[in-house]
């Protein structure tokens, strides 16, 4: 399991330092006129090949030549064309961004506007880009916000996502087997060895405590509030209703809700005379019970 889990990792890591495809620029020496250069450009498009090609001044339109019109009319999906600033493309370069998969293009470039000459020879212009060439010269920022197709070429300057892809998964991989040799170090770690009575009497021991009731713990047992000292004056009153720990007395022929204030005690049964008081709070309406011997005993020492 553990070497099955090793090559897989090796071979993701192997997946994800492979380039995902060659990236090539375009060669100087190419040629002067148009339809030489797409030919020669051409080789490296059929491999596969992105390749870039950088305006770094105007390019001339001569596909009227033998040949030409079948150049123009060749596959240039993979063909990135970049216009840099202060750069003018002419006739050429303007044909280059139509044809062109990606056309990246400066703010302050200066695309040229493409005469009838250069129109004719395109395979088409129902594209947005070639419909706005068809009117007049523009700015490369004008055809980004006009989002005819063109992308700004200092965006892209410093970003290829494929690649910070492939490096994050690169280093995810090699956590991942960093801990795959964590892992397998920690189980050839030999294992202390303890003997078989050693067992046996750790194993007794443990069922003898689990096997043990435990003692439930005392529950305390409380008959009424705890209100501290008697507050005040005290009446004699019958208990009508058991007192656990409220119920209700009689006083005067009227009933009183009352609570038993003698919590360690056992409550008088309905019949049974208390002592009651009012309670601590001014508000309250529950009157506070007591055994009629603490009065007796209360007056007999006054």
């Known amino acids: 399991m553990r070497h099955t889990l090793f090559t897989a990792l090796l071979f993701g890591l192997l997946i994800a330092v492979i380039p995902a495809g060659p990236v090539a620029a375009a060669r100087a020496d190419c040629g002067k006129n148009f339809p030489t250069r797409l030919g020669c450009w051409q080789d490296a498009l059929d491999d596969g090949a992105v390749v870039t090609v950088t305006l770094n001044k105007p390019l001339g339109f001569d596909a009227g030549q033998k040949g030409g019109q079948a150049a123009v009319r060749r596959d240039l999906k993979n063909l990135r064309v970049q216009v840099p600033a202060g750069v003018h493309t002419g006739q050429g370069g303007s044909a280059l961004l139509i044809l062109a998969g990606h056309a990246l293009v400066d703010r302050d ?35 980004i916000d006009k989002k005819v197709g063109v992308a700004e070429l200092g965006g892209h300057k410093s970003t290829d996502h494929t690649r910070v892809l492939q490096l994050a998964l690169t280093g995810v991989l090699l956590l991942l087997l960093l801990a795959l040799l964590l892992a397998v170090r920690r189980s050839r770690t030999p294992a202390t060895e303890i003997s078989a009575e050693e067992t046996s009497a750790e194993t007794s021991a443990e069922t003898t405590a689990r096997l043990r ?18 507050p005040g004056p005290s009446r004699t009153a019958v208990v009508r209703t058991a007192l656990h720990p409220q119920g209700y007395v009689e006083l005067d022929h009227v009933l009183y809700r009352a609570v038993w204030a003698e919590p360690d005690r056992t409550p008088p049964v309905p019949g049974a005379y208390v002592e009651v008081t009012d309670a601590h709070e001014p508000d309250s309406d529950v009157l506070y019970a007591f055994p009629p011997a603490a009065r007796h005993h209360a007056r007999g020492s006054s």
């Open 109 to 143: 470039a200066r695309i040229d506007r493409l005469d009838d000459r250069t129109l004719a020879e395109l395979p088409t212009c129902d594209g947005y880009l070639c419909k706005a060439l068809k009117k007049s010269s523009l700015t490369g920022g004008q055809l």
């Open 213 to 230: 009731p435990v003692p439930p713990a005392p529950v305390p047992v409380s008959y009424g509030r705890q209100v501290g000292p008697r």
